[in-house]
């Protein structure tokens, strides 16, 4: 079984947000497949379903997306799903508006989901899907803690989401190619 985790914040108010980046793209390739959220495990809203003979769990924790870890270990253990067959969906700031690339390990990058999840699995060797939501466009640089947040917990404005939604679709084709081929395969198509 393949564990898939979109990371974001549970509710309606955060929905939109570009810190939900995580799971649209989830939410995407569930329809997509047919695959409905329709269980609660490890404080994760949870679907198990098949694509192309994979068994599949989908996940999106309900917890902030600053404390992901804590359910992602805790579906790993449950379900013994190992580091390769994980991937995480995450939105990162360092990639322009629209850009995305795949990894097979790697650090957090600054992204604070990802620090937990690493810090609880002790490992950083595990497949992982970055969406690009850009920086502020601001003057202030460095950027302080307070502009990300407020940067990361709004909405993309709607010429942002004229570029995102068409990635949110090639973000599920590259989990299609990650499940059916691999992350080198998808890694040398879709970075």
């Known amino acids: 079984m393949k564990l898939i985790v979109g990371l974001g914040n549970s509710g309606r108010i955060y929905a939109r947000n570009r810190h939900n980046a995580g799971f649209r793209c989830l939410n995407y ?3 997509l497949h047919s695959i409905r959220f329709d269980h609660r495990q490890c404080r994760a809203k949870v679907s198990i379903g098949e694509v192309g003979g ?5 996940a999106k924790p309900g917890t902030f997306v600053n404390l992901s870890g804590k359910p992602v270990v805790c579906l790993m253990h449950k379900h013994k799903i190992s580091l390769s067959n994980l991937l995480i969906i995450h939105d990162d700031l360092d990639l322009p508006l ?3 690339r795949l990894r097979r390990s790697g650090g957090s990058g600054g992204h604070k989901g990802m620090n937990s999840i690493i810090s609880v699995l002790e490992s950083e060797d595990f497949p992982r899907i970055r969406v690009g939501i850009g920086r502020p466009q601001t003057e202030e640089r460095p950027f302080n803690e307070d502009t990300i947040v407020h940067y990361v917990l709004s909405d993309f404005f709607p010429q942002e989401e004229a570029i995102i939604k068409p990635v ?7 989990i299609d190619c990650f499940l059916s081929q691999g992350i080198e395969a998808a890694m040398s198509k879709f970075n």
């Open 29 to 31: 390739f569930a329809r």
């Open 168 to 174: 949110i679709a090639t973000v599920a084709e590259a």
């Open 98 to 100: 629209g850009k995305i």
């Open 54 to 58: 994979d068994k599949l769990l989908l």
